[in-house]
């Protein structure tokens, strides 16, 4: 009887041992987890936004009152390598600005956390949209060259065919875009978790998953040519391929 006891009593001690380990395993991996950045990026619609297609609801000309219309939580949890169901969004629609010709403004934070406004900070987005392009171009400079000021670096960059600027600062970075009558500015937080690539690769593949779904949204004749494809590569020769002149 005694020998039979002092089994079970191993067998239950390697059991917990086990579970334990399991335990373990499950909380290093979700602590090493990084986010995916080869979910395809959206693009332009090919046919006038304004011209749904038969059975469609029209496109509201408005900014959207839900950010998740411009990227869902499950896409930004995947973009961060967060656990399905552990993003949310909270959107803030802001009042218009007569003095700047801001008509409308829109706030989205997204958190790694499905419990309301107290888990980190993934990245922010602020929109103001504007009367016209030539305001909103202008607030645009305005805002880019205050962000500049005692920044660490900046630069100039295009994305989705409309003139940006990147700025690091100690903290967090910033991308500031003027597209259309629109002008988007998105933060990402030095501390946002799942990062597995730098700001300047992070914050320009954010703005080209959301110009995309906020384009249709804009008044027509304000938007934007969509940005031309890139022209086809020719395919090698099997002599250049070989390295043969």
Known sequence: MAGRSTRRTRSGSLSLIA??????????????ASGDPSIAVPTFPAADP????????????????DCA???????????????????????????PEP??????RVACTYRATGQG????????LNIGRYSD?????????????????????????TVAGAP??????????TLAVSYGVDTLTFVLPKAAPGQNRSA????????????PALAPTQPPGSRPAAPAAPPAQPSATPAAAEGRP
């Open 164 to 173: 940006a600027v990147f700025v690091e600062q100690a903290d967090e970075s």
């Open 99 to 104: 003095a700047v010709k801001r008509t409308e």
């Open 69 to 95: 219309r411009l990227m869902s939580v499950e896409q930004a949890g995947a973009l961060f390598g967060q656990p399905l169901g552990a993003v949310n969004v909270k959107t803030v629609r802001g009042v």
């Open 200 to 211: 300047a690769e992070t914050l320009p593949d954010l703005a080209q998953r959301v110009i």
């Open 50 to 65: 304004s011209r749904p297609a038969p059975g469609a609801a029209p496109i509201k000309i408005a900014l959207p009152d």
């Open 19 to 32: 579970l334990a380990a399991l335990a373990v395993g499950v909380l290093t991996g979700c602590s090493t």
């Open 133 to 157: 392009a030539a305001a909103a171009s202008a607030q645009w400079r305005s805002n880019t060259n205050a962000e500049r000021s005692g920044a660490m670096s900046s630069k100039d960059l």
């Open 117 to 124: 406004d107290t888990g980190p900070v993934l990245y922010q």
